[in-house]
């Protein structure tokens, strides 16, 4: 590509700016109305005598006008004015038309999940009764009221007005009661644990991709010139 003098880099120009921040379309990618990429713009051209951005510069060095530009949000569109460009003819390194072949390749993500193998363990615990039994030896208490005969036994005057005045003898019967408490202790335990080894597993998976083959015999011999693989 011939270099224009006429045209400079705006960042080697240092007192010059463009007029709006929306008309910064470097780091956009520039497609074809159909949506096909040309590539990524990276550098805007000046043109010292009008004084004003004539041209951009593509990543690869490729140079096209500004005027078939259509300047988007998120791209640049290369319009069909660039055809009449092309028909009038261009500097050279201008982009005048452009098929673009993708180069497709599967790539394989490899990663892991957590499956079920089908086998789980439960532990419950379940409420049975049972009996217990023991013998405890209780006390009861019983009053009795009997009369007995006693031989005449004298008493002393005193005795005898005391004993004459009446008297009032009480006596409570009592009897021992089983008494039953219950406490609970833990006899055992049972440990429900799982653990885990790790294993490597080899993957193997079949991937496709596609060759381009540039065919540059012009006289239709299919020579294979240029065979690429990605």
């Given at each position: 590509m011939r270099h224009d003098?006429?045209?400079?880099?705006?960042?080697?120009?240092?007192?010059?700016?463009?007029?709006?921040?929306?008309?910064?379309?470097?780091?956009?990618?520039?497609?074809?109305?159909?949506?096909?990429?040309?590539?990524?713009?990276?550098?805007?051209?000046?043109?010292?005598?009008?004084?004003?951005?004539?041209?951009?510069?593509?990543?690869?060095g490729r140079v096209t006008?500004?005027?078939?530009?259509?300047?988007?949000?998120?791209c640049v569109v290369y319009g069909e004015e660039a055809r009449r460009h092309a028909d009038r003819g261009v500097t050279e390194g201008h982009v005048v038309d452009e098929e673009v072949v993708p180069v497709v390749e599967e790539r394989v993500a490899v990663g892991k999940r957590v499956a079920d193998r089908g086998r789980q363990i439960n532990v419950r615990?379940?409420?049975?009764?049972?009996?217990?039994?023991?013998?405890?030896?209780?006390?009861q208490e019983n009053v009795s009221v009997d009369k007995r005969p006693v031989e005449n036994r004298r008493v002393s005057a005193a005795d005898a007005?005391?004993?004459?005045?009446?008297?009032?003898?009480?006596?409570?019967?009592?009897?021992?009661?089983?008494?039953?408490?219950?406490?609970?202790v833990v006899t055992d335990e049972v440990v429900v644990r799982k653990t885990a080894d790790d294993k490597v597993e080899h993957v193997e998976e079949?991937?496709?991709?596609?060759e381009v083959d540039v065919d540059t015999d012009r006289t239709g011999s299919n020579v294979n010139k240029d065979h690429r693989r990605t």
């Open positions: 003098k006429r045209y400079e880099n705006l960042d080697a120009l240092g007192d010059w700016k463009l007029e709006h921040s929306s008309q910064d379309i470097r780091g956009k990618p520039l497609v074809s109305p159909e949506g096909h990429q040309f590539g990524i713009i990276d550098d805007l051209l000046v043109d010292r005598q009008s004084e004003r951005v004539a041209a951009v510069r593509l990543e690869d006008p500004v005027e078939p530009l259509d300047i988007h949000d998120n615990t379940n409420v049975v009764t049972g009996t217990v039994s023991e013998d405890v030896e209780l006390r007005d005391a004993m004459l005045e009446g008297k009032t003898v009480s006596m409570t019967e009592r009897s021992e009661e089983a008494v039953v408490a219950k406490d609970a079949t991937v496709r991709k596609t």
